[in-house]
T-cell receptor, first 109, second 114 residues
Framework: DAKTTQPNSMESNEEEPVHLPCNHSTISGTDYIHWYRQLPSQGPEYVIHGLTSNVNNRMASLAIAEDRKSSTLILHRATLRDAAVYYCILAGSARQLTFGSGTQLTVLP | GAGVSQSPSNKVTEKGKDVELRCDPISGHTALYWYRQSLGQGLEFLIYFQGNSAPDKSGLPSDRFSAERTGGSVSTLTIQRTQQEDSAVYLC????????????FGSGTQLSVL
């Protein structure tokens, strides 16, 4: 499966939008882009996924670059409960999702 | 149940002992996955089940690790002759059909090998 690159950590102020970037320059045409997050002492939680078009759900938005070599997870108004490790994952030919090291998001009050 | 259930939530064992970790997936989910997460690390894939069969065992780290799934539901991960490096959180996830729909994770079993 193609690899993803994310910043190790990011900070945001509470109530402000957060843009979490992910680079995946070797993505193939059939790879879906998935985002999960992991709160402390919990298993990962699905956030959103997409293939080519931008996606919105109640948790977040996913903006996918036109060439699909990068994507951005957007949290519209960060809350303290959004502090977590965010994983950007490509789902390709393998049946399992391969988790990288993710981005540790800190939300400041 | 409402979500993926794992038991026990914590397990402390002595080096050399065998342990069994249990996962009860969401009812009706045919795909089941085991991952482990060492302290401060990302998730490491172990094994994937589709129904009762395991088409992908590529992540099992050694022959001391085995897993089974019966009745297309509950799965057991067994670690024989545990070693200190086996200490980690073992996470189970399930999905409806094993395609690219979302995975639902349990809260994990924290295994400590003394």
């Amino acid at each position: 499966d193609a690899k993803t690159t994310q910043p190790n950590s990011m900070e945001s102020n509470e109530e402000e939008p957060v843009h979490l970037p992910c680079n995946h320059s070797t993505i193939s045409g059939t790879d879906y882009i998935h985002w999960y997050r992991q709160l402390p002492s919990q298993g990962p939680e699905y956030v959103i996924h997409g293939l080519t078009s931008n996606v919105n759900n109640r948790m977040a938005s996913l903006a996918i670059a036109e060439d699909r070599k990068s994507s951005t997870l957007i949290l519209h108004r960060a809350t303290l409960r959004d502090a977590a490790v965010y994983y950007c994952i490509l789902a390709g030919s393998a049946r399992q999702l391969t988790f990288g090291s993710g981005t540790q998001l800190t939300v400041l009050p | 149940g409402a979500g993926v259930s794992q038991s026990p939530s914590n397990k402390v064992t002595e080096k050399g002992k065998d342990v069994e970790l249990r996962c009860d997936p969401i009812s009706g989910h045919t795909a089941l996955y085991w991952y482990r997460q060492s302290l401060g690390q990302g998730l490491e894939f172990l094994i994937y089940f589709q129904g009762n069969s395991a088409p992908d065992k590529s992540g099992l780290p050694s022959d001391r690790f085995s897993a089974e799934r019966t009745g297309g539901s509950v799965s057991t991960l067994t670690i024989q002759r545990t070693q200190q490096e086996d200490s980690a959180v073992y996470l189970c996830a399930s999905s409806l059909s094993g395609g690219w729909e979302k995975l639902f994770f349990g809260s994990g079993t924290q295994l400590s090998v003394l």
